[in-house]
């Protein structure tokens, strides 16, 4: 059973995003995503500055078997992005929900957010 | 990721699940691909030591009089220039010089010898061999009552020595030891890491007990992600990669395999044919400079064209950068800076000639 705070949003493409108040997500992957790649080596992440549309491919994350990408979970513009993680993406696998964090976006329209899976919705689609 | 009905299962099958590992089918069967991890299990190989199922592997039995000779007739390799107990790597091509399979054989005595082959391959490797041997020589398949152990690292010595292997055998070389519990088990100094290392042949109703004891004297079970980023570090081909019918010894510079002077062996003219003229292709490595991870069958790029295309490719854990064996044109150089297009991503790297890392499966065990 992978685990699934109860407090984020999610995608069925396995992101977790986090929106605080001042209208910044924080997006990663879930635990069950770093489980299924296994060994996380390699990240590209996108540009501080860039505009992603939601759903637009933004970024790989890839293991020691296979690459996957990253899709925007929502649009806005990336204020930052985990740096550290990229140096040490073995930080995706220790901590996915934590010090793995992806990048930071600002949400152009974040009735977005709504259109995403809460906990329940997440696990259901993982069928836990 | 898991398959697939009929997947077949090792003897061991049952103890990978307890062990929590991810399953995946492989050349048809249900086989280990990690349990803790690609990276921990191939850093526990190449400094302590790891196990690996490799039951999947065709253990193949040849006898009948003259068997040796029959196989030296057919196999590429010099099988004749081996004694009882020594184990070479040969080839069986095809007569245009293609790889029908790269395979361990165990040099027993004139009359008979033993062939490990790979999973996907061992059936068509018997047909081969059924189809060209004489009266009086048998070609048997073995797998159904027989398990394959491998247990490789630098302490790996250590741990077949508390399971009751008191040996002390050269590389590449195996010898039939009676255990008291598990009856005959064909140990050999031999394996697929770079590392030292051994793998035992034992009586599949042996197989859990055998696991069971290597395990519990020190060793991580390690799946076939390990097992694939360890023998690329080395620049072992995998068959159907980086050899396969279409690609040759020659292009795959495995001419130290082949035995020249023979009188014959099957693709033998071919190959001549082909040293002789100068292949278009070899089989070279490729470290990448840049940050990613090149995978098979990706184009190589100098100077703004295609020189080539990668057959095998991954993260090497040890030197913690994208390599890849691949395909090029006998143009490149080795120490030429190319390109390998990485989903459009053109990633930099050298040309080199492997193993891309200096492990040794001659070194003797520090226990030795």
Redesign the interface.
Known sequence: MSSIPADLHYTAEHEWLSLSADGVARIGITDHAQE?L??I??LTLPSVGATLAAGQACG?V?S??S?SDIYAPVSGEVVARNESAETAP?TL?ADPYGAGWLFEVRLTDASEVASLLDAAGYAALLGQ | ?TSADGGQKTALYDQHVALGA?MTDFGGWLMP??YS????EHTAVRTGVGAFDVSHMGAIRVHGQAAKAFLDGVLTNDLLSRGPGEVQYSLLCQDDGGVVDDLLVYAGSDDECHIIANAGNALTVIDVLRSLAPAGITVEDRRPDSAIIAVQGPQSRDVVRAAGFDINLAYMTSTVVRHPDWGFVVVSRTGYTGEHGYELVCPREAAVEVWQAVLAHGALPCGL?ARD?LRLEMGYPLHGNDISPQISPVTARLGWAVGWKKADFRGKAALQAQKDIGPLRLLRGIELTD???P?SHMAVVAGGTVVGETTSG??S?TLQCGIALALLDSSVSVGDTVAVDV?GRHLAGRVVTPPFVAASPKDPSPAA
């Open positions: 299924a296994g060994d080596v390699f790989e890839e020691t078997k690459v073995e696998n | 990721m991810k691909l990690e991890g690609v990276i921990a992600g980023t940050r990613g991870v995978r991954g993260f854990p989903r």
